[in-house]
């Protein structure tokens, strides 16, 4: 078979050369840390149609926790870090930093991974937001290690103004809510460490626990509040992100608000800014 696996979104732009990159990089890590037990991925920086990239962005993006949703589902989201860093964890190295939550729509890893912690793809119908979750500490707890590439090597279209989407459909048959309702409780109890999921072909691994994935996070999913100082910047400081009045500081999921503002067309984005700036229209 192949000795690596790309899984990644529709709608993407590719970089040159993007493919010795990424192997590369994990050959790097292999390397160093003597397993190949790693993936690459996070969420790619956006562009807009046809193929214009803003400001040729090529920094990468990390992934952090970002809010507890009103199912109880925690999201994440990504930062885009800076070029340079004067902190005490600097990108000098040349390995990637490592983060711990997963990005269904940009993963890279050697290919055992789909033996080693396969893709639940029946068991967790109809669930969009906790997908990316419960293959987090799945990975985590199989004693994955989860890297976020130092450039970025593709785009990601995340305006929806162009294509509908499950999310925006209005028809929803109470059928499917209950099926995603029961995926949700799934990964619940993924993340509560229910040991009858440990072991399982689609469950949690052996080599690290629940609790220490949840502490490197800095969250309790019991009480669904952020328990460590600096959780917002995973296991980096706000020193390695650009700062945070750069607009593109950060790479939002495609239900947040910013991502709903970029998908407008430019009439409406100038009128929303008039109105936010208090100018009589």
Known sequence: GEDYVLQIDS?????????EYLVQQVEDICRSTDSHKIMLTTYPTGYTLPNTIPHNEVRGTYLVPWKFDAQGM???????????????????????PRHYLFAGGFNFAPSRVLHDVPYDTMGLPHLFFGEELSMAVRLFTHGYNLYAPKETVCYHLWSRAHRPTPATQKRREAR??????TSQSTVKKQLQGDVSMIGETFGLGKDRTVSEFAEHLGVDFSTQQFVREGWE???????NFVISDDP??????????QAKIASLDSKSKALIGKFLQGIDL
């Open 11 to 19: 709608h993407m732009r590719f970089r040159p050369n993007w493919d």
């Open 74 to 96: 925690l999201r994440q989201r990504g930062r885009l870090m800076a070029a340079d860093s004067n902190s005490e964890q600097s990108f000098d190295s040349l390995l990637p």
């Open 176 to 181: 499917k809510e209950q099926q995603k309702a």
């Open 233 to 239: 910047y995973g296991d980096l400081s706000k020193d």
């Open 248 to 257: 593109n500081g950060a790479v939002f999921p495609e239900d947040s608000f």
